[in-house]
Nanobody, 115 residues
Framework: QVQLVESGGGLVQVGGSLRLSCAAS????????MHWYRQAPGKQREFVAT???????NYAESVKGRSTISRGNAKNWVYLQMNSLKPEDTAVYYC?????????WGQGTQVTVSS
């Protein structure tokens, strides 16, 4: 089992920045990739960014150039730095991990961008 806990969400003004954190615990060895997803009110959950065990990254077009996904030195932390935030970035942000074909999700952290 893998447990994921997100933090760092909050209320920020348009154009501001936030850094989301995700702490993984439990059976974290063999995690092949970690991801950030988000879900806005009334919308489906959508992919935001991913980082593999080899540090390959990929981003949704909607956040590319404004966001950076990274891992901590201990490899059980994943971060999402978001800059130039827009109202459409308002959502609950979820951390996701893939390990041995199993998918694990965190509980999410709310990001609200106000104009």
């Amino acid at each position: 089992q893998v447990q994921l806990v997100e933090s760092g969400g909050g209320l920020v003004q348009v154009g501001g920045s936030l850094r989301l954190s995700c702490a993984a615990s439990g059976s974290i060895f063999s995690i092949s990739s970690m991801h950030w997803y988000r879900q806005a009110p009334g919308k489906q959950r959508e992919f935001v960014a991913t980082i593999t065990s080899g540090d390959t990254t990929n981003y949704a077009e909607s956040v590319k150039g404004r966001s950076t996904i990274s891992r901590g030195n201990a490899k059980n932390w994943v971060y999402l730095q978001m800059n130039s935030l827009k109202p459409e970035d308002t959502a609950v942000y979820y951390c996701r991990a893939l390990r041995n074909g199993m998918v694990y999700w965190g509980q999410g952290t709310q990001v609200t961008v106000s104009s």
